[in-house]
């Protein structure tokens, strides 16, 4: 399950995500809610049909005992989903008011879905909910049955992707780790449309348990029990079309057909499937018609059901600085809703980049010169897409003696004691090294000439080291003219002069 939300949700996602993107999972979002809702209208009416016709017979009567507990499971889980829900979307800033709409505040906000979800525990506890509410299901089912019906519920853990993705370490590191908050809640909004379809399967299933043989024409109720309630363009949908109160050893005569096209029916179970290339939510009216072999009445029901078709996206997002960085290597993740990693196309341009795979959808990229790359995504039915990234040098290194202090009071002996200057780069994620070239090196001790010495390189050379030998208590050592060369750089750049006091 998971993993096909990956595909239609796309977990990975950066800051240059556009406003349209977000715009696209709040449109999924709405959907998935739409329906859930349907789901739960039809999952309202068939709990009293089954225990209505589990009253006809004793052998039959124990399947009503099951409806209630497969409505509760149900109702349990969605529960918790929403109480998590509320409380990230609290915590990233609720909704406010603009144009007359309610607007999420923390829609592109990552680090409360991965504070609650990953490292609060939150989405471990979401796993082990699924996997007990999951068991719970498939003990309402007779026991020579319920491995087949464990093979085919929607409600699941996928336990196998994540194991194959580099460098993730759970299913909720890999689900929720670094996703916004707007990508977060159809992805949940999914889990629940899994919980209500299995409970869907569940009542189904008691249906046709509790069916007998007795066609009691006014009790009939067009059912559309589908695989998927969302998929994506292009897809086919497909579903199963039948007679709530109907099963296999009917003596009824049914015809079925959807949108006026007749089906083909087995064992009163009707299957529907279609192609959309439309997107939005696709409604479809069911048709039986029912005819008594003893009276030779036909009576006709129709039921209005409807699913929802998104389109194919696609994104890149840099796995560590939403820049890409000259003389380092710069990882991103491409992804696409409901396109294999091994079909899409990936290119570069601009800034000098290239590109190297290095496995289940993820990119090295490198950079030679300043100004914006462009990636372009193509493949699996998806036109080609751009997504733009800066190129920048690896910014400015801090000069600094080689005990890691910039400037300020300092013990003689300490001072004598240093080897040189290093240039550091302060919080930069990526694994670059700067050296530095030289500098100068100016001694005002009191009452006395300057002295000054030019130093090439980063550690000191003798006549530097002949200066700094010479210091007392409050003579003051100034660095000038510090330069500095990094990954990238075609000639060394100045960065900060340093000022120290003798104590």
Known sequence: MINIMYLVLTAMLALNVSAEIFNAFKVVDEGLKQANTSLDKTNSQLGPIIKDRAKKSKEVEHYADRVDPAQQYSKELTDYIDGLVNEMIEASGGYIEKDGHKVLMGKKNKDVTTR????DGKGAELKQKILET??????????AEQASFAASMPLEIDDETWRKAKGKVSWEDFNFKQMPLAATLPILSKIKNDAKNTEAAILNYL???????????????????PKRGYIISGETFETDIFLSASAGSSNVGIDISVNGRPLEVEDGVAKYSATSTQTGVIPYKATISVTNPVTGETNEYTGEFEYEVGLRSVNVSADKMNVFYIGVDNPVSVSA?????????VSGSGGGITLSPTGNGKYNVKVNRPGEAVITVSGGGLQPTNFNFRVKRIPDPVAKLTNKQKSGGIPNGVFKAQAGLLAELENFDFDARCEIQGFNIVRVPRREDP???????????????AIVNQARPGDRFFFENVKAKCPG???????????FTIQ
């Open 116 to 119: 609650m979800l990953v490292y």
């Open 451 to 465: 002295q000054i010495a030019v130093n090439p390189g980063g550690r000191f050379r003798p006549e530097a080291s």
């Open 489 to 499: 750089d075609a000639a060394g750049r100045n960065i900060n002069d340093m000022v």
């Open 207 to 225: 249906v046709k348990k509790v069916g007998g043989e007795e066609a009691v024409f006014e009790q009939f109720q067009v059912v559309s029990s």
């Open 134 to 143: 999951r068991d719970k299901f498939i003990t309402l089912i007779d026991s």
């Open 337 to 345: 809703a409901g396109v294999s990693s091994n079909q899409l196309q």
